[in-house]
Structures are given as structure tokens and as C-alpha cells.
């Protein structure tokens, strides 16, 4: 069979059509669902409303505080996962003694599910019979409200998303990093450049594109955290840990309210869609100047 003979299309076409329809109707009929008033318990029939769903959630400040909790868990962890991946990217890429266990050790967290993570976070976290709080105390130091004070809480979720998802940072920055050409750096070194003045120099300009996808690639995924919530503090105490993911997970499969998780939803996506518009336009005068 030639490259252009038509026979092909018999083979493609309908295996394009069915991941087509496949991934096109849930999202259409998602979108038909948040002009409606939708709920499955008490059974009531669907009535269209308009954007009411939509001015409904706008003007909930429930919905506010989701974004701005989802929004500080993403990028207070993704900058810290950065700069902390970077950094030890950087010392794996030096072929340290050692180098093969120490990859292997940092990657490990990112194949641990992340409920099985926040299940065994809970437990060392615990207020009452948690390791670390019993560790306090047997040195003289009151108990730590980890996961029972709103900030605490918070910075737990932070830390436990950090520990996980800094071997992801790592792996591509390492790759990137081993990728970059020896004779830059040994022209550097000719020129005396100390390692301060190659790594914002050379290193960092360098890495600025695959870094930005790194970011890029954490927040976007960072915005959809529901599980390490939902098993950590379910969104507590009171809603000062629920994420949007959890909010509409709330509505959704425990409310039954479908018309309102369907608009939460696609408010969810334009939240995302405009914060990563803002994201590259921001980052596009610096990606052309080290192109």
C-alpha cells in the first residue's frame, strides 16, 4: 500500500471517529448539563436554566475560596518543588559517588499512589497518636495542630505535594540538564567564569524552555489535587483546605447536583485556561530573548 493510496483512510477513520466521539460527547453533554437544573437525589426532571448555575456559583463565595485554597497549594508547591528539584537535579547531574542510588531514591515517591501517600501522612501527622507529635512531646514541646488549624493544615498539603511530585521536577530537569553541550561550559571555564556566573550564565538560559514546561505541566496538574486532600483533611477544618476539585466532588457525587458540578466544572477549566494564558504570555518575552 503507497502512502497515498486512499485504502488507508478505511483504517484510520474509524478508530479516529470512535476516540472523536469518545472524548467529544461527555464534554458536550457536560456542557448541556450546566444550562440545566439537574439532580439525581431527590429525582427532579431536568429544567433548563440559563446561566443561572453559572451567576449561582459566581456569586458563591464558597467557589472564591476554593480557587485562592487550590490557587496557594499549586503554585506555593510548584515553586518549591522547582527550586528544590532544580538543585538537586543539578548535583545528580555532576555524577556524584553514588549517583545511580541517589536517582533511584529520589524517584521513588512519585510511584507511590498518592492515597496510599496521604494515608500514611495522616497517620505521622495525626494530632493526638501521630510519631511526629509524640516525638514533640517526649522532648518537652506542646502538640502541633497539623492537620486541625487551617494554616497548618495547608502547609501539611504543601509539603506532602512537595515530597511527592519533586522526583517528576527532578526526572525532566536531569534530562535537560544532561542534554546541555560540554563546550559552552569549557569555553566558560577559559574565560574564568566562576560556577555562580555558568549557572545564570549558561545553565539557567538553557534550561528556561524545558523549565517553563515543567512548571507549566506541575500547576496545570497541581490545580486538579483532590485525592491528598480529601484523604489528609477533607477539606478542613470547616472548607479552609477544599480544593475545586473537592468542592465539586462535594456537589457532584454527594448533593447529586449535576447541573451546578457540570458549570463548577467548566468554571474550573476556564480558571485553569486563563491563569495558563497569563502564565505564557508572561513567560514568552523571556523564552524569545534566550531562544
Request: net charge neutral; hydrophobic share 55%.
Amino acid at each position: 500500500m503507497t502512502r497515498d493510496d486512499p485504502v488507508k483512510h478505511l483504517f484510520l477513520w474509524p478508530a479516529f471517529l470512535v476516540v472523536l466521539a469518545v472524548a467529544i460527547f461527555p464534554l458536550i453533554y457536560s456542557l448541556a448539563n450546566s444550562f440545566m437544573s439537574l439532580r439525581l437525589v431527590p429525582p427532579i426532571p431536568a429544567r433548563f436554566v440559563g446561566t443561572s448555575n453559572y451567576a449561582d456559583l459566581l456569586s458563591n463565595p464558597r467557589f472564591w475560596q476554593t480557587v485562592r485554597t487550590t490557587s496557594l497549594i499549586a503554585f506555593v508547591s510548584v515553586a518549591l518543588q522547582f527550586m528544590i528539584g532544580f538543585g538537586i537535579a543539578l548535583a545528580l547531574a555532576k555524577r556524584v559517588k553514588g549517583v545511580e542510588f541517589f536517582r533511584v531514591t529520589f524517584l521513588m515517591p512519585m510511584l507511590v499512589a498518592p492515597v496510599a501517600v496521604a494515608l500514611v501522612a495522616r497517620q505521622l501527622l495525626n494530632p493526638t497518636m501521630g510519631p511526629l507529635n509524640e516525638l514533640a512531646t517526649f522532648f518537652g514541646f506542646p502538640n502541633l495542630p497539623y492537620l486541625t488549624e487551617a494554616k497548618w493544615a495547608l502547609g501539611s498539603l504543601i509539603a506532602v505535594e512537595i515530597w511527592q511530585w519533586t522526583p517528576f521536577v527532578i526526572l525532566l530537569l536531569l534530562a535537560g540538564l544532561q542534554g546541555l553541550p560540554d563546550d559552552v561550559y569549557e569555553a566558560a571555564e577559559l574565560e574564568n567564569a566562576s560556577p555562580w556566573q555558568q549557572f545564570w550564565g549558561i545553565t539557567f538560559p538553557m534550561m528556561l524552555p524545558i523549565s517553563a514546561a515543567v512548571i507549566f505541566i506541575r500547576i496545570v496538574e497541581s490545580f486538579k489535587i483532590i485525592d491528598t486532600v480529601f484523604v489528609m483533611t477533607g477539606g478542613g477544618p470547616g472548607i479552609a483546605t477544599e480544593t475545586l476539585t473537592l468542592f465539586a466532588y462535594q456537589e457532584g457525587f454527594k448533593k447529586f447536583n449535576l447541573g451546578y458540578t457540570s458549570a463548577l466544572s467548566f468554571l474550573f477549566l476556564a480558571v485553569v485556561l486563563i491563569l495558563s494564558l497569563v502564565y505564557l504570555a508572561l513567560l514568552k518575552p523571556w523564552l524569545e530573548k534566550y531562544k
